[in-house]
């Protein structure tokens, strides 16, 4: 059984930033693409970042040069730096693993960006 288990999130000023963790374990088998979604009140779950085994990654327009995603696959784990968070980034943020062609998904870390 995959299970995927975030942590980092919280309240943070608008400018601040945030650093999201997520670890997958119950499977031996490689996760070609690790990554966040995220999914604010009244909205539909939408792409943030994924970066898949090899290192190519992958960014929602909204967050390219604000976000930086990174892997360690030895330790199958994946990583956001949030900086210069906005309000509008406030949301539930769920991590996302994808293993021979299935995706599994995380319980969700909330980020709140407010002063």
């Known amino acids: 059984q995959v299970q995927l288990v975030e942590s980092g999130g919280g309240l943070v000023q608008p400018g601040g930033s945030l650093r999201l963790s997520c670890v997958a374990s119950?499977?031996?088998?490689?996760?070609?693409?690790m990554g966040w979604y995220r999914q604010a009140p009244g909205k539909q779950r939408e792409l943030v970042a994924t970066?898949?085994?090899?290192?190519?990654?992958n960014y929602a327009d909204s967050v390219k040069g604000r976000f930086a995603i990174s892997r360690d696959n030895g330790k199958n784990t994946v990583y956001l730096r949030m900086n210069s968070l906005k309000p509008e980034d406030t949301a539930v943020y769920y991590c996302?693993?994808?293993?021979?062609?299935?995706?599994?998904w995380g319980q969700g870390t909330q980020v709140t960006v407010s002063s």
């Open positions: 119950g499977s031996s088998a490689i996760i070609y693409r």
């Open positions: 970066c898949t085994s090899g290192g190519s990654t």
């Open positions: 996302y693993a994808e293993i021979r062609n299935f995706g599994y």
